[in-house]
């Protein structure tokens, strides 16, 4: 084995009832390297990594350490305790207590057998701030953002003696100077000799930061490369096993232009957290919103949805106008939102795949029009085999369904609606790029069926794709929007979020 | 031919409902051995008679508790302790309007089922200040509770003057005890009834999924139009009424409306039986069936508790005993282990036919 090895996994094993989630995967981790760890939704990645921190226990395999020799991991403890530390897709901090509780949980530092609070804070703010974030350490985690969030989860780990870091998708939910922060964090890190583990869907990330890259596919380990053999095209087609097409035809998939017909207009809307605005959408468009995390890009379409109570204005939907708050009455005028947050407004996590997609067409009915099991049913297996959405069967919960599957499940279950307008909320985030492909491909199909859609979207390039017009968003208002092939590119869209050319 | 029997029994084992029904058959077995006669039934004076009728009759009560018991405990992730005051609010003001509010009569000085609906709107109503508390006020489940808990049996006792009123009439007693002609008890019947009805209701309206949705994730059911207070709101009054339902029984079995005593401590057995069902008492899924199952466990080991010759006072102690190796045999950290042991006899195996 080399020298400088600390982390060797070999021959790792997980099944799951009715899914062979890992098969005879390798994985080797060198000190002072920062190691990408890509494969599509389902491949595999989070499995390895919670077999990994003990999460889940292994079927077959094992896992060596630097100076441990063997290890078995039982519970994320253990693997802290070994030195691993983990930062997960998505936030897992205790919402209700404070930043610093939360930064030193289990780890408190004490004097005289007492917490030290003023020690605790004081080094939580020193923490944050050599990421550059200045907060109040004593407030509760729930008062942030999911990006704040996001960061103190990552000076957790960093704060522990780790000679192994695994970052799971942590970027997903942090805006561009955000991911420079971390990116700083991490190239320091690796010069201290930790190695990193580095799980994310972003390929300009990879390429940005890493030394080399492993890919999964199905659960099987494909291969090891260093980053420099490996060109961004062959990694896509090596994670999807298929070569990819180019995605930048997408835009002319387009097959119908928008109508004149307007489906949705919010007339001088606001709620607690937007500022006043006015944006309508035509049959058959797509409008983005584009702007930085916490522009009030969500928050606007929380508004008109009714999922934040609009305290003025009027949204009209199919020329009926919808009393705001009432989100049944918004789902029964047309309207379908998918949330931000998947994990919190999205999936119900313990019913199963077929009445996580059924549940917002039986509201829409009504309790006592029970749509039957047939009809159920078909419903899931046409909806099951069109997104193809990789789940062992449609009784299983969504919670054991990887992330983008939970995704394609919920889109699956506005889609059932029939909606006339959609709203989505960062539809794209933390799925593969198959998918990613797979969703602007629909959405695009759903303008040409003539509906109205909204699509937040934190890659500019993505929006860009799909959109014929885009609202721009800063600090929690809207500032105007670009329309026009000679307005929508990249470098306009910047400065319009920025403010101009300053 | 063998390995077919093994995935069946496999199939048996993991069928969810399997623990409860195993726990229930062990209590079951535990009588077989020390009462060989357990299992004894038969007609006297018309009316079936052995001990598995008495544990089916005793336990209606718990059983249409534990039905409504499920449903709260499902949307709101709380239980409602109040059931048993509920019960003995129920009875005094059905007694009350049957007496007219005198302490003792011999005929009804109102007519009965209007009198044994106005019990059960008692029960209701108790039902929605709860989920009142609960749903809209958002009190905590067991503290919103907590004040019919107390004040329930008070009210009781205000309606019937803090005296036991009695309705000496037969007609009355039919109802927790036998109709005339019928060797089953009545209670059975009742009891089967609300089981079949809510069963009914729950998985033939979409009633159950919204009840498991919006006690698995409220904010997601929300954005899909649930009203959760509206949901769970529901589920305490169905609560309430079933509570009224089986106060009425519980009444009727001693003639009389005792403030003091009817459906005393009963809450407690009935969210025993609703976790001893499988039920996670976290809300979200849930399954009627296994609290009946839960229910009848109870009721099966009291049976058998007196059978022995325990003593009334000290049968909590006993029933404590065999409720803590009931739950440990259904957590997942048992089954772990069972689950460890099991492969290891089979790798042993495997070596011994290598060697061999």
Known sequence: MEENVVLHMEGIYKTFPGVKALQNVAFTLREGEIHALMGENGAGKSTLIKVLTGVYELDGGSIYLKGHGEIVNKSPQDAQDNGISTVYQEVCLCPNLSVSENIFMGREPRKGGFVDWKKMHEDSRKLLSSLDIDIDVTAAVENYSIAIQQMIAIARAVSTECKVLILDEPTSSLDDSEVEKLFSVMTNLKSKGVGIIFVTHFLEQVYQVCDRITVLRNGQLVGEYPIKDLPRVELVSKMLGKDLDDLAEIKNMRTTKPSEKVIIDADSVKSAKIKEFNINVHKGEVVGLAGLLGSGRSELVRAIYGADKANAGTVTCADKKVRSGNELESMKAGMAYLPEDRKKDGIIPDLSVRENMLIALQVKNGMFKLINKKNQEEFVDEYIKILQIKTASRETPIKSLSGGNQQKVILARWLLTNPEFIILDEPTRGIDIGTKTEIQKLILRFADEGKGVIFISSEIEEMLRTCSRMGIMRDGKKVGELSGEENLNVSSVMKAIAGGEK | ?356
């Open chain 2, 1 to 356: 031919m063998n390995g077919d029997l093994k995935s069946r029994l496999g199939k048996i084992v993991h069928y969810k409902l399997f623990l409860p029904l195993f726990c229930l058959f062990l209590v079951l077995m535990v009588n077989v051995i020390t009462t060989p006669d357990f299992f004894h039934v038969e007609i006297r004076n018309g009316v079936l008679y052995g001990r598995p009728v008495d544990i089916i009759n005793r336990a209606s009560e718990l059983v249409i508790l534990a039905v409504g018991m499920t449903l709260v405990v499902a949307a709101s992730a709380g239980t409602d302790i109040s059931v048993g005051a509920v019960m003995a609010v129920t009875a005094a003001v059905t007694t009350f309007f049957l007496s007219g509010g005198e302490i003792s009569v011999n005929e009804y000085q109102f007519p009965l089922f209007p009198a044994i609906l106005l019990g059960i709107g008692a029960g209701a109503l108790c039902g929605a200040w709860n989920g009142f508390l609960v749903a809209k006020m958002r009190i905590q489940p067991m503290v919103a509770t907590l004040i019919l808990y107390t004040a329930g049996r008070g009210i009781a006792q205000l309606i019937t003057k803090g005296q036991i009123t009695y309705i000496r009439v037969d007609s009355y007693q039919y109802i927790g005890n036998f109709l005339p002609g019928v060797p089953i008890p009545t209670p059975v019947f009742i009891s089967i009834a609300v089981v079949i009805l809510v069963q009914l209701f729950v998985k033939k309206t979409a009633f159950g999924l919204f009840v498991e949705s919006v006690g698995v994730n409220k904010e997601a059911s929300k954005h899909v139009g649930l009203k959760s207070v509206m949901i769970i709101f529901a589920t305490y009054v169905f609560c309430g009424v079933l509570s009224g339902i089986a106060g009425i029984v519980a009444s009727s079995r001693i003639y009389s409306a005792d403030a003091n005593n009817i459906g005393l401590n009963l809450e407690l057995d009935a969210i025993l039986a609703v976790a001893l069902g499988g039920n996670s008492l976290g809300g979200g899924r849930f399954s009627i069936l296994g609290s009946i199952i839960g229910a009848y466990t109870i009721q099966a080991l009291t049976t058998t508790l007196y059978a022995i010759g325990v003593s009334a006072d000290q049968i909590p102690v006993y029933k404590a005993i065999v409720v803590v190796i009931i739950v440990s045999l259904q957590s997942p950290e048992f089954q772990r282990y069972v689950r460890k042991f099991r492969k290891k006899l089979e790798a042993k195996k495997a070596i011994g036919e290598v060697t061999a």
